[in-house]
């Protein structure tokens, strides 16, 4: 059964650290797609990126990357130099059946100024 | 481009009454919605899937005759939450499928809808 797990259930940091999101994914498919979403305070979901199971690039968005590992069934999403904007819970999420979303727990990001 | 917007954000009512949420695809048309639960602190889970024009389809654990959707249109999709009770209390978001995009298999997420029952 597809399966994602986010074990850091809370991360805090003081600003300009780094920090490091882990994701690990479980699925029988050999085509999927995963991603993730930051989840302010006021509930909405913000897409940051969408990685396709046949793709390994590592991927770097400003102060955002991305290490997708298949062989460790891994996406784990890193934040340079963090700040007081990027606390928010963010999850990480996996496609099956085609085209249904399963998402992991969510980790909570605290981020102290 | 590929908005959703839900309506309404916030809904408080009494045990008993019916609620309806709607979800609209605002630039793109969606032939497949998806309602999601998330109670607090917690993550979303799926509730069901929203194909125009036929029935949906429920996850297990989701009773359907409580939870009655329908998507008459390519751009609308609603759910209804019949005889509310405060255990049915949650944050209701929806998603669309632009299959224009299909390639990238992406679900655009609507605002949510936080749902207080008395």
């Known amino acids: 059964a597809q399966k994602v797990t986010q074990a850091q259930t809370e991360i805090s940091v003081v600003e300009k650290e780094d920090v490091t999101l882990d994701c690990v994914y479980e699925t029988r498919d050999t085509t999927y797609y995963l991603f993730w979403y930051k989840q302010p305070p006021s509930g909405e979901l913000v897409f940051l990126i969408r990685r396709n199971s046949f793709d390994e690039q590592n991927e770097i968005s400003g102060r955002y990357s991305w290490n997708f590992q298949k062989s460790t069934s891994s996406f784990n999403f890193t934040i340079t130099a963090s700040q007081v904007v990027d606390s928010a819970v963010y999850f990480c999420a996996l496609t099956y059946g085609g085209n249904k979303l399963v998402f992991g727990a969510g980790t909570i990001l605290r981020v102290k100024s | 481009g590929a908005v959703v917007s839900q309506h309404p954000s916030r809904v408080i009512c009494k045990s008993g009454t019916s609620v309806k949420i709607e979800c609209r695809s605002l630039d793109f048309q969606a032939t497949t919605m998806f309602w999601y639960r998330q109670f607090p602190k917690q993550s979303l889970m799926l509730m069901a899937t929203?194909?125009?024009?036929?029935?949906?389809?429920?996850e297990q654990g989701v009773e359907k005759d409580k939870f009655l959707i329908n998507h008459a249109s390519l751009t609308l999709s609603t759910l209804t939450v019949t005889s509310a009770h405060p255990e049915d209390s949650s944050f209701y978001i929806c998603s669309a499928r632009d299959f224009s995009f299909d390639s990238y298999n992406e679900q655009f997420f609507g605002p949510g809808t936080r749902l207080t029952v008395l």
């Open positions: 929203s194909n125009e024009g036929s029935k949906a389809t429920y």
